[in-house]
């Protein structure tokens, strides 16, 4: 053997051998009578350590011939790190940081839509600039180091988004989890406009018919009085205004409340929808999907409205720009039931404290998401503390 060569095969004895093993093991492969503890003699490169090193080069794309040369011990090397074992950075002045854990950050970088370059495991310019992006979109500062918090937020968004989602990332950069708190907030709440009357009741209180314009306009009022309660900022979402790039606060979430109507008079029942492809489900918001999903979940679980699913749709409405959008039917004003309940001030408060609390959920941490149905306003107060605060207002 040449006297620099470095490279390790069968039948070689040293504590190196030993090390070998141990980085095998740490590389996922597992076999019999690999563990130094395992064996006799754990310094000796026998038919174990052969086996190993082979599915070892098998599971690269190496030279599959036994022999732990140069480029077996790199990919080795770089196999020893998982994500999140130890902080990732770029230095111009250093070699660059190479290792399965870069690789696997850049697979999470581009399924979020962050990075367009080869999965190489190495951590260069263009994967630095890719981190500090995704920092600057999650609301933490864009050093381009992948430290704890980074990959914390990452964990957090993976959980949320999956692969085929990943396109929709620059959407769930308004949830912005670094906050639990509505206050400082900006969210649009639209109404439908609809004034076709009810043909079941009138309205209780000022004898006007029923409408989808009366209901929503209520519902509203109430939703907008106790996120303004909470120091959220509630503005009616200007499309014109968007298009052209005005200047303002991206809001954080858009909301539309609508009643339904229809010729069957059976129809009843309440839904909600999202920004996404009809046929599959797949959603284009992540975010909308996801309070969507809240909002008809609390919505059932604190109303006898029956609930009639979460559904993608195409709408302008929910295809907003840059903003997560999701649309919420309160019920049908042609059916018997559904005007009843919807004609019932007391009824219309318990609404809009329904999807306030769905609104909380959303921006709350997976460690201090409540249970369906159980967060309280008085819960919602303690993410969003004010000197002060007046108790919100039943009616």
């Not at 907030?185 to 009366?214: D, Y």
């Not at 909470?230 to 539309?256: H, I, K, M, Q």
């Not at 004010?386 to 009616?395: F, K, P, Q, T």
């Amino acid at each position: 053997m040449h006297p620099t060569d470095e490279s390790l095969r069968r039948l070689d004895s040293s504590r190196r051998v030993v090390a070998l093993r141990e980085a095998l093991l740490r590389a996922g492969i597992s076999m019999s009578y690999l563990a130094p503890d395992s064996v006799n003699n754990p310094a000796v490169f026998d038919d174990h350590v052969d086996a190993a090193v082979r599915a070892f080069q098998q599971s690269r794309g190496l030279i599959v011939d036994g022999v732990a040369g140069p480029d077996t011990q790199r990919a080795l090397a770089e196999a020893q790190f998982r994500f999140g074992d130890r902080v990732l950075a770029f230095s111009e002045d250093q070699p660059a940081v190479r290792g399965d854990d870069v690789a696997e950050l850049q697979r999470h970088l581009s399924h979020l839509g962050f990075y367009y370059g080869h999965i190489d495991g190495e951590f260069g310019v263009r994967t630095r600039y890719a981190v500090a992006e995704l920092q600057e979109n999650l609301g933490i500062p864009g050093t381009g180091v992948c430290d704890g918090d980074t990959m914390t937020a990452m964990s957090r968004v993976n959980r949320a988004i999956s692969p085929s989602q990943a396109y929709a990332l620059r959407d769930y950069e308004r949830l912005d989890r670094s906050t639990a708190a509505l206050r400082g907030r900006t969210i649009t709440l639209n109404t439908g406009k609809s004034t076709t009357p009810s043909a079941h009741v009138a309205e209780r209180l000022t004898g006007e018919p029923l409408s989808e314009l009366l209901v929503a306009t209520d519902v509203r009022v109430r939703v907008e009085r106790i996120l303004r309660e909470f120091g959220a900022e509630v503005v009616e979402f200007d499309a014109a205004a968007a298009a052209e790039g005005a200047p303002g606060r991206t809001p954080s979430l858009n909301v539309n409340i609508h009643c339904d109507w229809l010729d069957q008079p059976a129809a009843s029942g309440i839904a909600a929808y999202y920004w996404g492809l009809p046929v599959t489900g797949e959603p284009r918001s992540p975010i909308g999907q996801r309070a969507a999903i809240l909002m008809i979940k609390e919505l059932a679980a604190r109303t006898d409205m029956a609930s009639l699913g979460v559904h993608a749709r195409t709408w302008d409405t929910l295809k907003l720009p840059g903003i997560p959008s999701v649309g919420i039917d309160l019920g049908y004003l042609s059916n018997f039931h559904d005007a009843h309940r919807l004609a019932d001030p007391v009824f219309r408060q318990t609404v809009a404290d329904s999807i306030v609390i769905a609104i909380q959920r959303l921006y709350l941490l997976e460690e201090e998401d409540q249970p369906t149905g159980t967060l309280a306003l008085d819960d919602v107060s303690r993410f969003n503390p004010m000197e002060d605060r007046r108790r919100v207002s039943g009616l």
